[in-house]
């Protein structure tokens, strides 16, 4: 095969576009190792790509796809060989490198981890970035000393894709999780995912006090903005608050004083440039910790002619937990 079906971003005097298109192989960008990609994603950052809706995409003409699963078709990386099962998030694909929405991806090996043992390429692509993300906030967490026992723990954004699989993750590890959502209607949903409360995200979004009511000794933010600061707001002595997402804004109208007079800290999350040992880490707790039958309640799966019409509705927030891409 060397044409293949891709989405095409393009932009140029006649204005932001993407389309369903077909592709040269000559055309992928430089790269030691060559994926059959069978399985991608719809992630908020490929909402944004497809829709142009904010500066993501950084060449012309792009391959949207910040994830992707596949088999190895060529490779000269040591790492790998043909027929090996793979799985890729972030590093720019996507934004920068042409990425996984597509039939075929070529991509630097040092990018790639092996398919985690025990996950299917759907499975994977259900967690992709987002899931990836969640399970990096949760590390974070961790390593700064947090424990269900000092305290409740919320997820803002609960039910999006970064904010479902840290539900399920922390039940999981045995916290009591509040679940922020602006989509009340989904309690059963959240519940099954292990929420053991749920609060409307409206109580979060306006701006607040400075310091509050001491409400979770942790917590996972998906939305930034001024829910970040409420959140830092009401986060118990000495807690600490893994800031991973913008969905409310990029700015943080916050003070100093949850972090010098409750000793409350702020960690960072970034999934796109992680280096491969942080990575084998968070996947191989992925395919540990996730529960299935909850890895199945958070996903949808479309199929590769639904992924545009998908990614304008993941930025109206109309997108529940997580969606596979069947490629093939
Ligand atoms: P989703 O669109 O799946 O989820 C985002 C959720 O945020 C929505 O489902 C909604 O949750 C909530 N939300 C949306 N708009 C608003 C708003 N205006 N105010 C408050 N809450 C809102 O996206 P993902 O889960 O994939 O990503 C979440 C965020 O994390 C995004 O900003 C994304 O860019 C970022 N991200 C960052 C990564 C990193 O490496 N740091 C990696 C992956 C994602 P609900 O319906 O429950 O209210």
Not at 58 to 76: C, K, L
Request: glycine residues 12%; contains cysteine; proline residues 4%.
């Amino acid at each position: 095969m060397s044409s293949f079906n891709a989405i095409r971003i393009d932009k140029d005097d006649s204005g932001y576009r993407a389309a369903y298109s077909q592709f040269d192989e000559s055309e992928l960008m430089d790269g030691d190792v060559t994926v059959r990609v069978s399985h991608s994603t719809v992630n908020y950052k490929d909402g944004l790509a497809i829709t142009g809706k904010s500066p993501v995409v950084r060449r012309f003409p792009m391959i949207p796809g910040i994830d992707f699963a596949g088999v190895v078709e060529t490779s000269s990386h040591k790492d790998f060989k043909r027929g090996d099962a793979v799985v890729l998030t972030g590093w720019g694909v996507g934004e920068t490198h042409l990425g996984g929405l597509a039939e075929k991806a070529r991509v630097k090996g040092d990018w790639l981890v092996p398919l985690p043992h025990g996950l299917t390429a759907a499975e994977a692509m259900a967690i992709g970035t987002a899931g990836f993300t969640a399970m990096l906030a949760v590390m974070a967490l961790e390593k700064q000393g947090m424990t269900p026992d000092r305290g409740p723990v919320l997820v803002t954004g609960a039910a999006g894709g970064v904010g479902s699989v840290a539900t399920a993750l922390l039940a999981k590890a045995g916290w009591r999780v509040i679940a922020s959502t602006g989509r009340l209607g989904e309690m059963d949903f959240l519940k099954f995912l292990g929420a053991a409360d749920l609060i409307d995200r409206a109580e979060l979004s306006s701006p607040g006090r400075p310091l509050g009511k001491e409400r979770w000794a942790a917590a996972v933010d998906c939305v930034g903005s001024h829910t970040l600061a409420n959140v830092l707001a009401q986060t118990s002595y000495e807690g600490a608050v893994a800031a991973c997402g913008l969905a409310q804004g990029m700015d943080l109208p916050t003070s100093v004083a949850p972090f010098i007079l409750r000793g409350v800290s702020l960690l960072g999350i970034d999934s796109v440039m992680k280096p491969k040992a942080a990575r084998l880490v968070a996947w191989e707790r992925l395919a540990r910790d996730l529960d299935r039958e909850k890895l199945d309640e958070i996903s949808t799966i479309i199929g590769f002619s639904e992924v545009i019409d998908t990614a304008k509705k993941i930025l109206e927030g109309k997108v529940r937990g997580r969606v596979i891409v069947e490629i093939d």
